[in-house]
C-alpha cells in the first residue's frame, strides 16, 4: 500500500512538472513609414495586430505591452529608423528561433519585468 501510494506521489510531481513554461522575453522596435507587416496605417498599431501577426508566423506570445513614449527622439528613414513605440513580448523559448528569423528591428532578449 505504502509503495502505492509513493508511485502516485511520483506520478503526480512528474505530471504537474510537465506543465511548467520556460518564458523568454524580448523587445523590440516599429519601423518608421509602417512598413512593418503588422503595422497599421493610422500609426496606432495594438497589441492584438502584433499578436495576430506572430502567431501567423508561428510564434505564440504569452504576453505583450507596448511603452508608446520609449523612443523620445527618432529619425525618419523608414528601413532604420524606429517610431517612439517600444514593443515587449512574453514567449515559450521553444518560438526563439523562429522569433530570430523575422528581422523585427531593435530585437533584443530582455528582463521579464518589463
Known amino acids: 500500500m505504502l509503495k502505492s501510494i509513493i508511485y502516485i506521489f511520483i506520478l503526480l510531481c512528474i ?6 513554461k520556460d518564458i523568454v522575453c524580448y523587445s523590440f522596435d ?3 513609414c509602417q512598413i512593418d507587416p503588422w503595422s497599421s496605417a493610422d500609426s ?10 506572430l502567431l501567423t508566423e508561428g510564434v ?12 523620445e527622439v527618432t529619425c525618419l528613414a523608414c528601413e532604420v529608423c524606429p517610431t517612439s ?24 532578449k530582455t528582463d521579464c519585468s518589463n
Not at 505564440?60 to 523612443?71: G, L, P, Q, T
Open 30 to 32: 516599429e519601423r518608421q
Open 15 to 20: 505530471i504537474s512538472c510537465s506543465d511548467s
Open 85 to 108: 513605440s517600444r514593443f515587449y513580448i512574453s514567449i515559450e523559448e521553444q518560438y526563439e528561433a523562429q522569433l530570430a528569423k523575422l528581422s523585427l528591428l531593435s530585437l533584443a
Open 60 to 71: 505564440e506570445v504569452e504576453d505583450i505591452n507596448i511603452d508608446r513614449a520609449f523612443h
Open 44 to 53: 496606432n498599431t495594438s497589441v492584438e495586430d502584433i499578436k495576430s501577426y
